[in-house]
């Protein structure tokens, strides 16, 4: 008789086995990039699709609540330990920001991330408190982050309050030796599996994270029981649950828009009703009555306007996925070999890597992101979700800061909206910011400001699809490239951005203009000074030490730097 082992010889040489073991693509057909083009060609012909821009880079004028953070936090932190920090010190309270780890996944960088480099998303979870002078952020459900280490690549998606519409960012690089680089993703691309512009996360049970004990095991097993970039590798199933939650409020603010903008077409009344009752649900939502006069009339309003095909709430719930369920047993034992090194010969090593992406393993139509989704729900004129939608916008303090501007007098607060003017109205992306400033300052208040609206402070935004400068091996640039560029290259903060340029050239003027950097440089007349703090690179950066190393074997490279920037006395 024949032994075991030969007969799974037999059979892999058969070919009978591979098939068990290494199922044929079971979606086959359809590639990352041909979902792209369609994502690209399918607009919508609703009003919406014309008013929110579905351009790479943000429509002009307006970034993403991202890029006005790290402006104003002078620059990304780095290491992304520094980045979960940096989020929850902008929360009030030092409210955490909600983390997981994924070794499992179904991204582009599925095949970079494993048990012992998890991917780790990250999620804002805070409103801000209003001032006097300035209205708080709401972060919550506005900002994700997704980092896989081995990619050196941090998946950014934040809301963008002026544009109404959601952002697709990429942080290249992001490593000790790295160039960092923010950069404005091919938004197709994204979309073949965010669809409808939204952020996406599994169904409960959550398998492929660290809720799950299982996967975190395997991850101490892997790295140990320490956090790994500042994330826990085990925690509560509250945890997935929560950011389910928070992936959810970005599905029902891109529906938000629909109902704000399709829902009411041209008619200014529409929204001003709209309006009226989403801050009054917001203000007693135990009081409010759906049947009343006004929440007739606004269905009337929406009958006359609202899409023949209706209005969807995007799904942006994936199916609940166990990554490991294809691992049990002897035959998983054998796939795992299989899988392991078919994946690491193929693997996507950025965003950018579509091909590479398509060639690994597909997975089952209904767990694979990038089959179309029906939507969560269709909304009929008779709905009026937009009026919740809209009210969930509003934090508790921004409601707080109205009901003291109207004495609490709820009804003068809706007499204000009365009288705002029919162009407020218009067809146009509706903004939190917007509708706060107007009625306050209807209020005889002054219009009070906000962090994240105004853009002249920020350098211009840069795509994907532009390439990284390309320096000669002997250009003067290498050494700035190697311990400057991370932080003052693509920087969203324009005044640390003084080493951008398209060119070689442009970016040696930049640098010849920008004075300071003599001083900044000059590390021999300040080093163990009280201006030791003006020298860059920063004492704790990476750049800093590589810098410092650099220097024991080439003594003269702060001189060759320091030379390309005109002295007070050169002529």
């Known amino acids: 008789m024949r032994r075991p082992g030969w007969v799974l010889l037999g059979l892999l040489a058969a070919g009978g086995l591979m098939a068990l073991l290494w199922p044929a693509d079971p979606a086959p057909g359809v590639s990352i990039s041909q979902r792209a083009e369609h994502a690209a060609q399918s607009a919508g012909a609703q009003l919406s699709a014309r008013v929110i821009a579905d351009t790479d880079l943000p429509p002009e004028g307006t970034r ?3 890029d006005h953070l790290v402006a104003q936090n002078d620059g990304l932190p780095y290491p992304f330990e520094k980045v979960v920090d940096w989020l929850r010190d902008q929360a009030p309270a030092d409210r955490p920001p909600v983390t997981l780890m ?34 708080g952020v709401t972060a919550r459900g506005q900002l994700f982050l997704g980092f896989v280490e081995n990619a050196r690549e941090i998946e950014v998606i934040s809301y963008n309050e002026a544009a109404g519409r959601y952002e697709f960012q990429l942080v290249q690089d992001y490593a000790a030796d790295g160039q960092r680089r923010i950069v404005y993703a091919r938004r197709a691309v994204c979309l073949a599996c965010h669809q409808d512009g939204t952020p996406i996360f599994p169904q409960r049970p959550w398998n492929e994270t660290n809720a799950q004990p299982e996967i975190a095991q395997r991850i ?20 997935p649950e929560r950011f389910d939650e928070l992936t959810d409020v970005g599905a029902y603010t891109v529906a938000a828009q629909r109902v704000w903008i399709d829902g009411c077409a041209q008619h200014s009344t529409c929204r001003r009703l709209l309006l009226t009752l989403a801050l009054r649900y917001a203000d007693d939502p135990g009081r409010f009555d759906a049947t009343s006069a006004e929440a007739r009339a606004l269905r009337a309003q929406q009958q006359a306007a609202w899409p023949v095909a209706g209005i969807a709430v995007p799904e942006s719930d994936l199916r609940n996925r166990d990554p490991l369920a294809s691992a049990r047993g002897w035959s998983g034992v054998v796939r795992t070999l299989f899988a392991a090194g078919r994946q690491s010969d193929v693997a996507a090593r950025t965003n950018a890597d579509l091909d590479a992406f398509d060639r690994l393993p597909r997975l089952p139509a209904e767990l694979d992101p990038l089959t179309p989704r029906p939507p969560k729900r269709t909304l009929t004129s008779s709905d009026i979700d937009g009026v919740y939608a809209l009210a969930a916008l509003f934090s508790a303090p ?10 609490h007098d709820w009804a003068a607060l809706e007499a204000r909206i009365d009288r705002l003017p029919d162009a407020f109205f218009a067809p146009a992306p509706f903004s939190r910011v917007a509708v706060l400033q107007a009625l306050l300052a209807s209020a005889g208040r002054p219009a009070p400001g906000f962090c994240c609206l105004q853009t002249a402070a920020l350098s211009a935004p840069v795509a994907a699809s532009v390439p990284p400068l390309a320096l000669a091996a002997d250009s003067p640039l290498q050494p700035f490239a190697r311990y400057c560029f991370a932080c003052h290259r693509g920087n969203p903060n324009a005044q640390l951005d003084f080493m951008a340029g398209d060119s070689e050239a442009q970016v040696r003027e930049r640098i010849r203009a920008t004075t300071k950097i003599r001083d900044a440089l000059d590390w021999e007349r300040y080093r163990n000074t009280d201006q030791a ?18 220097l024991s074997q080439h003594p003269q490279l702060l001189e060759q730097m320091r030379a390309q920037v005109p002295g007070l006395f050169d002529f």
């Not at 070794?103 to 960088?109: H, K, N, V, Y």
């Not at 101490?220 to 945890?239: D, E, F, M, W």
């Not at 003006?534 to 650099?550: K, V």
């Open 102 to 135: 994924i070794p499992l996944g179904r991204s582009l960088l599925k095949a970079q991330a494993d048990f012992e480099r998890p991917r780790v998303l990250v999620a804002a979870d805070y409103q801000a408190p209003n001032t006097p002078a300035n209205l």
């Open 533 to 550: 703090a003006r020298l860059m690179p920063p004492a704790e950066s990476p750049q800093h030490a590589r810098l410092a190393d650099d």
């Open 220 to 239: 101490v097993g892997s790295r140990g029981p320490h956090a790994y970039l500042g994330v826990k590798p085990q925690t509560a199933l509250a945890a």
């Open 64 to 66: 993403s609540l991202f």
């Open 398 to 407: 921004d409601l707080d800061r109205l009901r003291a501007s109207a004495n």
